[in-house]
């Protein structure tokens, strides 16, 4: 069922992100920089967070099941489960450096919209890499499950694979982290 | 190198010595039993007897199976949080386990369960047959007349009936009906129940009274039969009651025993792994080549072992054990042997695979790689400090069959520890926030020479440089394998050529930028190239398509390059796990700041909260994306892989641990 619904979370994300780039082109100049930087900061954490959300959900699910049939296989599932929940924790990290570049933990600074979309900007990269990374790696975890049932001791290989879906998710953390540090100019 | 050194064994004996040289031979644990492929004999092979023994085994593990279930509805053998991560098996002595093997019963068992099932089984569903009589019955409790007696009559009609209690009023004053004498019994929620007579030959009749008042009769017959005694309702009441008391008497005798026979749970597992070693050891013994009268085994045991089997089989008289060098065809299992610095980081190379018998081992290659790889991705001194400590606890209070990954996190502890304080990093940046300028801040400010969150572009440069060296050396062992096998000028060429090329054209690249002033790279990036071009020239047959093929060398260095840039994962987790850190304790200063005073209750649970997080959530992405790096970057340049590991025969230990 989850493999059918990862087209509807993009979707999803898509207009997250489309949403607050229309609201931001309509309304910046009313809403002010530090609005569209904060957009962008609640942009990563957000959608990281429904990837992360819905994958560790999924395999959630079926971690349960296979637990409750052999119960051996809790410490093996773990770790497949937990994988796909990385992506919303990079999302939050690309947010708290948003937060921190604006200064919100040292008394707020006024940003120019320029400024505000440069933040918002620097903050997209992380936000659809993790959003997707989150779903497909889910689906590779749920089928990794399928080694811890049928060949427990093999269940290291089980942990490789979905790595290397998250190589994207990394790369999208890194570019965002690299911009919000260096690109954006405040 | 690291690969051990394995003999081919034959073993020729009796074949009704069979039986018990292979468990001679599982205990022994140092042969492992290959398929036979030299010895065709199955024209010889008597089949007659092996379908029944096969049958008997699995008889008897089904049985157990049962048993187990069953008893595992009232007791399981309790495992600690750790052990569903670990695996670890309950114990049981030699002593212990050859008694249950002597003194087990398992069809009586069986049987005896099987009994009791089907007996609760039917306990239940008398006690529930009876409870529902007893709510009919209850009611009627008052009734004074034995039950069988309330039928007709030779001039009277006699019956209970239930009807509504208002209608009931219109039977005294109503004419037609005055013929019928009622008395109520009970009244209850607008109901009564009613005994009724008529005489039998009137005008309406009893049951066309009962339906014209909208009631119906009742006819207690049935939930009295068997309960005769005075037939009285009371009575009828009684006698449920003392079955119902005794039933679930019964029922407490059987659970009671249940339950004591339940604490053999334990016996079961044993006799469980005991029948699935027969049938394991069968199962081989038929595989085996062999003929009515003789048997020969075939297999492969380490050099240093061969002794040690020799030994061990020696209480036979009647046997032959031939060993000698695995010729280059034979499937030859692999078993790692490396020194106990080595040994952990083969849990490393066992997710991926083994090598070829012929092949060499990786792990020495990839270990000082991972360990730094992965010290750099978690990157924070106080976590490798909790590291180290969680494994070497681990390792004394647990026993475990396989300690690699636990000694594994142990040793990367330790790099991470290096790391940590390189990188300034301890508990994030804890020594900042709250023990601004004491010696310890200004002592990890003093060694702390790479800053990932203000300067990560150093870390950057660093992360691609260790993956350039990773590389390199990746070649470097592909080069030394190639050479082993024998063709020197292939190794030498093919892979040699990139050896030199690589540092040249890096440091030509940095010299470029002015940082070294010097042309030797520039001589050392030239004499690579020349050489990747001859041995892209060689391998083309047609003299004019040379060129094209010399110059077709340099394609792989596409993916040189992008393999390279993989290795920026590695500041990207060591970023994350570092300003996770950071916001864990920002968060704690903030609520010291906003609830003054007893803010600081709090921030131990924090502290611990959001590291521990940090750390479990870092360790894991740490550890794979690591072995990623092997995996795709380092094993892709020199590894193969796809050999059978060395499983010698052993004794099945599915649920329980035997210790001599």
Redesign the interface.
């Known amino acids: 069922m989850f493999e059918g619904m990862i087209g509807k979370w993009v979707l999803i994300g898509c207009v997250f992100l489309f949403g607050m780039l229309i609201m931001g082109l309509f309304f910046g100049p009313l809403l002010g920089g530090n609005v569209l930087a904060l957009m962008g900061a609640g942009l990563a954490v957000a959608l990281g967070g429904i990837g992360s959300i819905v994958a560790v959900g999924a395999t959630g699910e079926k971690a349960a099941g296979m637990t409750a049939e052999n119960?051996?296989n809790?410490?093996r599932l773990?770790?497949l489960q937990?994988?796909p929940?990385?992506q919303g924790?990079?999302g939050f990290?690309v947010g708290?450096?948003a937060l921190v570049k604006i200064g919100a933990?040292a008394g707020g600074m006024e940003l120019s919209i320029a400024q505000g979309w440069q933040v918002f900007f620097a903050c997209v990269p992380v936000s659809v890499t993790c959003l997707i990374s989150a779903l497909y790696q889910g689906k590779v975890c749920l089928s990794g499950m399928d080694i811890v049932a049928k060949k427990p001791e093999e269940s290291?290989?089980s942990?490789?694979l979905p790595?290397?879906v998250?190589?994207y998710a990394?790369?999208g953390?890194?570019a965002s982290?690299?911009m919000i540090?260096f690109a954006v100019k405040i | 190198m690291a690969v051990a050194k394995m003999r081919k064994v034959t073993i020729f004996a009796y074949e009704e010595l069979g039986e018990s040289i292979f468990e001679t031979l599982r205990d022994l644990e140092v042969l492992h039993v290959s398929k036979s492929e030299s010895y065709d004999l199955s024209e010889y092979k008597d089949e007659e007897e092996t379908e029944v023994d096969e049958a008997k085994y699995n008889e008897k593990l089904s049985q157990l199976s049962v048993i187990k279930s069953y008893f595992e509805r009232y007791t399981t053998i309790k495992k600690s949080f750790i052990d569903m991560f670990t695996g670890a098996k309950p114990q049981m002595s030699y002593e212990d386990f050859q008694r249950v093997i002597a003194s087990y019963d398992v069809s009586e068992i069986f049987s005896k369960v099987q009994l009791h099932e089907k007996r609760l089984r039917e306990i239940d569903k008398e006690t529930e047959q009876l409870k529902q009589r007893m709510e009919i019955l209850t009611p009627w409790v008052d009734l004074d007349i034995p039950i069988p007696e309330i039928r007709p009559t030779r001039a009277c009609d006699m019956q209970l009936a239930v009807v509504p209690s208002n209608s009931l009023n219109q039977v005294s004053k109503d004419d037609p009906l005055e013929l019928v004498h009622h008395r109520v019994i009970w009244q209850e929620h607008g109901n009564s129940g009613v005994w009724l007579v008529a005489l039998l030959d009137q005008e309406p009749s009893l049951s066309a009274v009962v339906s014209a008042l909208g009631g119906v009769t009742v006819n207690l017959g049935r939930e009295a039969a068997e309960y005769s005694g005075t037939g009285l309702v009371r009575d009828v009441l009684e006698n449920i009651d003392k079955a119902l008391t005794d039933l679930s008497g019964e029922r407490e005798a059987i659970l009671a025993e249940d339950a004591e026979m339940a604490q053999n749970l334990m016996d079961i597992l044993a006799l469980i792994d005991y029948y699935l070693d027969k049938r394991n050891l069968f199962e081989i013994h038929q595989e085996v080549a062999k003929t009515r009268f003789t048997l020969v085994i075939e297999g492969y045991a380490r050099e240093k072992e061969i002794d040690k089997l020799r030994k061990g089989l020696s209480v036979y008289k009647d046997i032959e054990i031939v060993d000698e060098e695995p010729g280059q065809d034979d499937d030859v299992p692999v078993l790692l042997e490396n020194n106990a610095l080595v040994r952990p980081f083969e849990f490393v190379t066992n997710i991926y695979g083994y090598p070829q018998y012929h092949e060499m081992d990786p792990t020495p290659f990839l270990a000082p790689f991972f360990w730094v790889f992965f010290a750099m991705c978690l990157g924070d001194a106080v976590y490798g400090v909790i590291l180290s400590i969680f494994s070497i606890v681990f390792l004394r209070t647990q026993k475990l069959e396989d300690d690699k990954l636990i000694k594994l996190l142990g040793y990367c502890g330790v790099s991470t520890v290096f790391a940590g304080a390189l990188m300034g990093s301890w508990l994030g940046d804890l020594p900042k926030t709250f023990l601004e300028g004491t010696a310890f801040e200004r002592f990890a400010s003093r060694i702390a020479i790479l800053d990932p969150v203000n300067d990560p572009i150093t870390l950057l440069v660093v992360s691609l440089g260790l993956g350039i060296l990773h590389i390199w050396v990746g070649v470097i062992v592909k080069m030394i394998g190639t050479i082993r096998t024998g063709a020197v000028v292939d190794g030498i060429l093919d892979h040699g050529s990139w050896v030199v090329f690589l540092p040249g054209l890096i440091f030509w690249a940095v010299s470029q930028m002015g940082m070294i002033k010097s042309s030797i790279p520039l001589y050392i990036m030239i004499a690579g190239a020349v050489g990747i071009m001859w041995s892209g020239a060689r391998s083309q047959k047609n003299i004019l398509m040379k060129p094209i093929s010399a110059i077709g060398g340099f394609y792989s260095i596409l993916s040189y390059f992008s393999d390279t840039l993989s290795y920026a994962r590695i500041l990207a987790l060591g970023l994350a796990s570092a300003i996770i850190g950071v916001v864990v304790n920002m968060v704690c200063a903030l609520i010291v700041d906003m609830v003054p005073g007893v803010g600081w209750v709090f921030v131990p649970v924090i502290l611990i909260v959001g590291h521990l997080f940090n750390l479990l959530i870092n360790a894991l992405g740490s550890f794979i994306h690591s072995g990623r790096l092997q995996y795709v970057e380092f094993f892709s340049k020199f590894f193969e892989g796809g050999g059978t590991p060395f499983r010698p025969l052993r004794r099945v230990r599915k649920n329980v641990w035997v210790v001599e």
């Open positions: 119960p051996e809790f410490g773990l770790p937990a994988l929940g990385t924790i990079y990290l708290f450096l933990f290291g290989k942990l490789i790595a290397m998250e190589t990394v790369l953390l890194l982290v690299l540090m």
